[in-house]
């Protein structure tokens, strides 16, 4: 079992910055992959930013040029440079952890861990 805990939101105004971090209970350097995922009011949870455990990224059209993310093997925290935010960004940011283990003789482990959420709010 792996926890997740988030951290790093708050109020910023439009086109400032923010920085997340999503700290492990657990060695990230052993999970496949490592994301977040934002909520809007009313809104469906959707996906923001993504990280293997190799070191390559991928980003939702909306974060690409603006988000960053990046892992620190070393302290278990994957992080979320948020730069140019805009109203529409407001949101929970939740850390996601996700992966299949494989273990000799038995089928396949797939495990998801979520966080909690930390609220971002920008204002116009």
């Known amino acids: 079992q792996v926890q997740l805990v988030e951290s790093g939101g708050g109020l910023v105004q439009a086109g400032g910055s923010l920085r997340l971090s999503c700290a492990s209970s657990?060695?990230?350097?052993?999970?496949?992959?490592m994301g977040w995922y934002r909520q809007a009011p009313g809104k469906q949870r959707e996906w923001v930013a993504g990280i293997a455990s190799g070191g390559s990224s991928n980003y939702a059209d909306s974060a690409k040029g603006r988000f960053t993310i990046s892992r620190d093997n070393a302290k278990n925290t994957v992080y979320l440079q948020m730069n140019s935010l805009q109203p529409e960004d407001t949101a929970v940011y939740y850390c996601?952890?996700?992966?299949?283990?494989?273990?000799?003789?038995?089928?396949?482990?797939?495990?998801?861990?979520w966080g909690q959420g930390t609220q971002v709010t920008v204002s116009s």
């Open positions: 657990g060695r990230i350097s052993s999970i496949d992959l």
């Open positions: 996601n952890a996700r992966g299949r283990r494989l273990q000799i003789g038995l089928p396949p482990d797939d495990y998801e861990y």
